[in-house]
């Protein structure tokens, strides 16, 4: 698969408990935010998105939390299961139509 | 089957060539992107287009071109004049007036010999 994420930060969680993702974001005046999920050698999947009037938003098996006053996202996985394994990318929105992502964050699950 | 579309999944080309990436998608979206995908790092905005004869430079343009004939394609050529090529390329796509959200195609990993 692609070589992506050599030098990631990573995150290990055992099967069957939650992981929680962070994400600092840069601008202020961003009013979208997104997680996407990579797998090795595919294309970013689109997870769950909040827009910045929100401090939470909830999908299934997944959270997304945003505190605007230090500017942080995370993305909560309940029950985390060997499928969930990929990296995981935070974006940000501000003017335009352009996202500014993040670099990614490894994800293991171990059995 | 709707969805993004991107073509070849590997390609390797020789210093000094240029080579087109294809991006095509059939779900009506207006505004299309290509991002450039190095190891460690994230998603680089290479160029966009919000619609059809239009298009715009991102972060890391230079080096690319693009052409936005028609509104389901937006091919990316790569020229002699990048300098490192070889990445991870990910075509996007948004509709316009109604999402913020971008929809990504399966990438095409190019290589420079």
């Known amino acids: 698969g692609e070589s992506v994420g050599l030098h990631l930060p990573t995150l290990s969680v055992q099967e069957g408990d939650n992981s929680i993702i962070n994400c600092a974001y840069s601008n202020s005046a961003s009013d979208y935010f997104i997680w996407y999920k990579q797998e090795s050698g595919k294309g970013p999947q689109f997870i769950i998105d909040?827009?910045?009037?929100?401090d939470k938003r909830q999908g299934q098996r997944v959270t997304v939390l945003l505190n605007k006053t230090v500017k942080h996202l995370s993305l909560q996985i309940a029950a985390t299961q060997p499928g969930d394994s990929a990296v995981y990318f935070c974006?940000?929105?501000?003017?335009?139509?352009?996202?500014?992502f993040g670099g990614g964050t490894r994800v293991l699950v171990k059995p | 089957d709707g969805g993004i579309t991107q073509s070849p999944k590997y390609l390797f080309r020789k210093e000094g060539q240029n080579v087109t990436l294809s991006c095509e998608q059939n779900l009506n979206h207006d505004a299309m992107y290509w991002y450039r995908q190095d190891p460690g790092q994230g998603l680089r905005l290479i160029y966009y287009?919000?619609?059809?004869?239009?298009?715009q430079k991102g972060d890391i343009a230079e080096g690319y071109s693009v052409s936005r004939e028609k509104k389901e394609s937006f091919p990316l050529t790569v020229t002699s004049a990048q300098k490192n090529p070889t990445a991870f390329y990910l075509c996007a796509s948004k509709d316009k007036t109604s999402t913020d959200t971008q929809y990504f195609g399966p990438g095409t990993r190019l290589t420079v010999l």
């Open positions: 287009s919000q619609i059809v004869n239009d298009f």
């Open positions: 909040i827009r910045s009037n929100m």
């Open positions: 974006a940000e929105k501000a003017a335009g139509n352009k996202l500014t």
